[in-house]
């Protein structure tokens, strides 16, 4: 009794702690720009209802997300302020939420040493912590899925029903969670009705399940069962709106195309799995958590405290957190034209959990397992792997921003009226002032990316634009191993191209060539790079504010 009136006091005094804490480790990160698909789709969707209200955004193509952050973001915006540094904080506020949610299904199915430990992981992890202050969705949405399964586990149906809803109105793909324990519990309560003995009251073991108030008769059930139908609700009602307001259910055409029926291929199911059950067990240092979690169960007993052993977490719980893991692998293998690692964020602190309560368990000095891994995961926030990955899954994506910023803001000082040619994200840069780049919107001449085929299409084009924006679309990791065997390579590459959209950017010097300009600025951090590259019989009047009888001519 005392330890649940502890409980209930703890939940402010644990957040502000972790706001602090986070607080303090994304100071530096606070007035950057807003990066990538902040900048494509969320920024543009709140500043929509920020300036006129509407849930469906019309400064950018609608995607049916769920407005939820975006709402939020908007609610900053009216009382503190547009600018990336109030964007960013509103959102570590909610990543300290989101921890908060870690600490307490940690605490809920094991302990608080283990609730503490998985949340200090969790807040740690390379792809959390980039995540944590930048504004999009799936974090936010993974926080309350954890609330939820907590609520859950607690055989709280009317939490779990509200943490669930606004899971789903976080981001759609939030509803696999609730909708995979609706099927669990829909298959455990027809085996309750066809047996005389409810059989998952044999999962008792005399563990924490048995002392955690979850109802195991057939009326408990049906109470889950139902919550969980109601959670599914008011994403329902959301996508009615959306489709009476644009006439689509799941956003444009193109965005469904890309993200569902373009992915429904058996092999390259196979290989985003592949792809998934990676980013679980080992992407970005996990594996050192994984390995030692497997070592450690594999080879050691469990450590006793006064003569009897340390206890596991309930076979229950651990269900419960396996059908959330393999929905979600199984479902982000299937949709998602991009395998971000960030969609797996509903996933991997559970498996954080796992294996820090292994590591609790069977290791008498496990805290020193947990420090080395800690520094393992600060390590990968610097260190980039000698893989293929998206810079938003580490301080890569800063490289990316003052990269960005840098080489627009000399493009904006000495090409101030020019026709720039560029691919996207930096069209959009340097279009909307309000993005963090640019004082003043720049024309654009917009391409698909800087390969061979689309620069080749462009230099079809050169008296359409007078300066080349180009950079690099993709993080392109150094010589592989793997690349010693050719075969492999072309196949992989092949592979790549047909179902990740995959291809390779020109060189800046290349691309240069190729358009026959020069290039006046570069700059390059950790295998990323920008070129600002000057058109043939550019004047050099032209590279500064021009007269407006230039203008006129040139017009």
Known sequence: MHTKKAWRLSPPVAFVFIFVFIFLLHLPLLRLP????????????ARDIFLTGSLIPHTTVSNA????????????????????????????????????????LGKCVANTRVAIASTLCTALYPVFFAQSSLAQVDLVAAGFIFWGIAAYIEDQPIGAAGWFALAGLAKETAILAPVALLVWESVGLAAKKAVK???????????????????????????????????????????????????YIFGNPEFFRYNVSA???????????????????????????????????????????????RPRIGIRQQMVFYVVIATYLIAMSVIGGAVLARYMLPAVPLIIILCVSTLWRRLRYWPAVIAFVALAFVAAWFWNPPYGFAPEDNLAYRDYLILHHDAEQFLEARYPMARVLTAWPASDEITRPWLGYITRPMRVLRIEDFDLH???SAAQLHADYDVVLGFSTKYEPGPQVWNRWRNFSQLEAHWKNRFFGYHRDLPPAVIARILGGRIVFSEQRHGQWIVVIEAQGLEEAEEFAPNPKSLEHRK
């Open 197 to 247: 003995k409810p059989w998952l009251d044999e999962l008792q073991d005399g563990d924490k399940a048995g002392r955690s108030g979850w109802a195991t008769s057939i009326s408990g059930a049906r109470r889950r069962i139902a919550a969980l139908a109601i959670s599914i609700v008011p994403l329902a009602v959301w996508y009615a709106y959306h489709y009476s307001r644009t006439g």
């Open 34 to 45: 807003y990066f990538w698909d902040e900048a494509g789709y969320y920024i543009p969707a």
């Open 263 to 309: 992915t429904l291929n058996p092999d390259r199911f196979l290989l985003a799995l592949v792809l998934r059950i990676w980013q679980l067990c080992g992407y970005l240092h996990l594996w050192v958590l994984t390995l030692a979690a497997f070592l450690a169960m594999w080879m050691l007993p469990p450590e006793r405290d006064f003569g009897s052993e």
């Open 454 to 456: 689309q620069v080749l």
């Open 65 to 104: 997300h769920p407005p939820l952050v975006m709402l939020w973001l908007a609610l900053w915006w009216k009382v503190v302020g547009f600018a990336p540094a109030v964007t960013r904080a509103a959102m570590v506020l909610l990543a300290a939420f989101v921890l908060l949610g870690v600490f307490r």
